[in-house]
């Protein structure tokens, strides 16, 4: 008589519902702190400080918007704007400049090109902590410190950057299109400006949104660079108005509502430029 084995059954732990389950807790707990974050922005100073900020009821946003719009001579959009044109200006620069570099490391052959990617691969192993201090002195030594300059020049520099751009470069720009470009006439500036720039926009989107977090997010160098609070980026307006909750409490809404703020640019950024980052963009341009 065949006798015929049963497949043997999957624990408990690796089906379904149990995989569900373990995904639908760790996402709660990933967004538990963007919910705290939505209802406390709408809560007043006895509610945050009465250890109630989930709850739905006592809603104040408007008038904690109009106390963040008004406080200080409405500093806190100013220190928004700063943020904008650091993360902003700086992101878009520092991905072109990474483009620029990965691009010719990937496309052209010069003497001691490896040694120096090398270099710049070394380079991704400083943490920028360590560099804080160094790039104050020479700031200071060119008389930019406590100015735009001095969180801005610092922002275009990013070596991650030059690595995932020449990876990117790899993929996406088939050095037959660039003969092609070149036997048609086109100069170098040419072939890249119209064509290496085009097909390797989706790693430019991905530098850009890496490099725009980071500087949104930045706070060490704000912090070493800048003196003036008319300069400060809003992280560090942000830190600036939370050290005053101690003996004004009235700041703390004001701290929670700016928070929530400054995660807007954020999500519209991802959210907006998402539609770049598509497989494949160079697909069928080689016959």
Known sequence: MISINNPKRRPWSLSRTAVN?????????????????????????????????????????????????????????????????????????????CVCAGYAFEVYAFRGKEKLFGLVLL???????????????????????????????????NPFGVYLARVFCAGYVPGEVLEAARMDGAGELRTFWSIGLRMVMPGFVTVFLFQ?????????????????????????????????TRSEPTFYPLVVTGSLLAVVPLVVAFVSLQRHWKAGLTAGSVK
């Open 21 to 97: 389950g373990a995904l639908l807790l760790f996402t709660l707990y990933t967004l538990l702190p963007l919910g705290w974050l939505l209802t406390a922005s709408a809560k007043n100073t006895p509610d945050l400080l009465g250890g109630n900020p989930l709850s739905v009821a006592n809603f104040h946003l408007g008038q904690n918007l109009h106390d963040l719009a008004t406080t200080d001579g409405g500093i806190y959009f100013r220190w928004y704007l700063n943020s904008l044109l650091y993360a902003g200006g700086g992101a878009l620069l520092c991905a072109f400049i």
């Open 123 to 157: 380079g991704v192993l400083v943490p920028t902590t360590a560099l804080a201090l160094p790039m104050y002195l020479l700031a200071s030594e060119i008389g930019v410190v406590n100015t735009f300059w001095a969180v801005l020049l610092p922002s275009l520099v």
């Open 212 to 244: 725009f977090t980071a500087i949104w997010n930045n706070f060490f160098l704000p912090l070493v660079m800048l003196s003036d609070s008319k300069l400060f980026p809003v992280s560090l307006g942000l830190y600036s108005w939370n050290t005053l």
